[in-house]
């Protein structure tokens, strides 16, 4: 199952960093199950490298927060509830909002181009069933904006925060991927444009209050599911 995920690290990284980057990507795009166990021998033997850099990515990825680890070295992806979803949920509204809100008064005409072509590509990948693409282009849509905002600090903690929220970005796909054509990217779609609408005006209320019925759209969603996992527990 880690074989199709996880590739040999390249030379040009060192291994240990290697191996927490691809880790870490794996876990911001919702490519582990909520509650998976992460081995380090089946890891290591994935990356083709020693337990060694495996155990140093695992350590500093719980020190995120996006792992919890075990006495013995292995880790486990955080499972889901309504409650953590809900915390991650309201610093997310806080700081992206504000990232969209200083992006208003920093993005240029291209990076307005650059935002519409992703969301093009955004639609396109929906609409061809590729439904971790479309999520990917999800994110660089995301945080085109918020590296927009000129603010250092608040694109690393709104990084941190998508790193927590991998797991929910895996119930996400495996909802929107048995449904192709059903809608659901419709609302997706309608507040990208509004943010794009809103950044173009330079108004600064407009584009934060675009991204958080974005925001707010999606937890929505999830926490629809979240409730029926833990109704199942």
């Known amino acids: 199952m880690l074989d199709d995920q996880l590739e040999p690290v390249a ?3 060192t291994m240990g960093d290697g191996v927490y980057l691809q880790l870490r990507n794996a876990l911001i ?14 890891l290591a033997s994935s990356f083709r490298t020693s337990h060694m850099p495996v155990r140093e990515a695992l350590r500093r990825l719980a020190a995120e927060n996006a792992l919890e680890v075990a006495s013995n070295g292995s880790a486990k992806v955080p499972q889901v509830s309504v409650e953590r979803l809900d915390d991650i949920y309201r610093a997310r509204t806080v700081l992206e909002g504000l990232a969209a809100e200083l992006a208003a008064a920093h993005v240029d005409k291209g990076g307005l181009a650059a935002l519409e072509a992703i969301v093009a590509e955004h639609e396109a990948t929906y609409a061809s069933g590729n439904v971790y693409d479309m999520l ?14 000129g603010s250092e600090v608040l694109v690393q903690l709104i990084d941190t925060l998508w790193l927590r929220h991998g797991p929910y970005m895996r119930m996400l796909s495996s909802e929107i991927s048995p449904r192709p054509g059903s809608g659901l990217q419709e609302p997706l779609s309608q507040h990208h444009r509004a943010i794009v609408e809103a ?3 330079r108004d600064g209320a407009a ?21 029926a996992v833990e109704s199942s527990r």
């Open 11 to 13: 030379s040009r990284v």
């Open 29 to 42: 795009t919702g490519r582990f199950d909520p509650g998976q166990a992460l081995t380090i021998s089946a």
């Open 136 to 149: 990917l282009k999800n994110r660089d849509f995301h945080f085109a904006i918020y590296r927009a905002s």
């Open 199 to 201: 950044l173009r005006k």
């Open 207 to 227: 584009a934060r209050d675009a991204m958080v019925a974005d925001i707010g759209a999606t937890q929505g969603l999830l926490r629809q599911l979240c409730m």
